[in-house]
Nanobody, 125 residues
């Protein structure tokens, strides 16, 4: 059974930075694409960034140039470095693992079968 545990959220002023981490267990981590989604109150969960098993990355237009996703396969961990944060980045951030191994296409939300509990990010203006 896959377990994903996020950490690193918090309260930060606009323009600041945070780094989120997600530690995975239960499957061979290096084989699976990983993704970050977020959900603000009253909105649907939305895609933020993804990294494939081979290191390819995808980003939502709203975070391009500000956020960076990376992975450390030795630590079974995926990261989301968030710089130049804006109040509209405020949300609960979720880590997710792809259902299938060795995928390289930009993943969609239904592709992810395992989710973390989420970590709150609040950006004050």
């Amino acid at each position: 059974q896959v377990q994903l545990v996020e950490s690193g959220g918090g309260l930060v002023q606009a323009g600041g930075s945070l780094r989120l981490s997600c530690v995975a267990s239960g499957r061979t981590f290096r084989r699976y694409a990983m993704c970050w989604f977020r959900q603000a109150p009253g909105t649907e969960r939305e895609f933020v960034a993804a990294i494939t098993w081979s290191g390819g990355t995808y980003y939502a237009d709203s975070v391009k140039g500000r956020f960076t996703i990376s992975r450390d396969n030795a630590k079974n961990t995926v990261y989301l470095q968030m710089n130049s944060l804006k109040p509209e980045d405020t949300a609960v951030y979720y880590c997710a693992q792809h259902r299938d191994p060795f995928t390289t296409n930009q993943p969609q939300q239904p592709d992810f079968g395992s989710w973390g509990q989420g970590t709150q990010v609040t950006v004050s203006s």
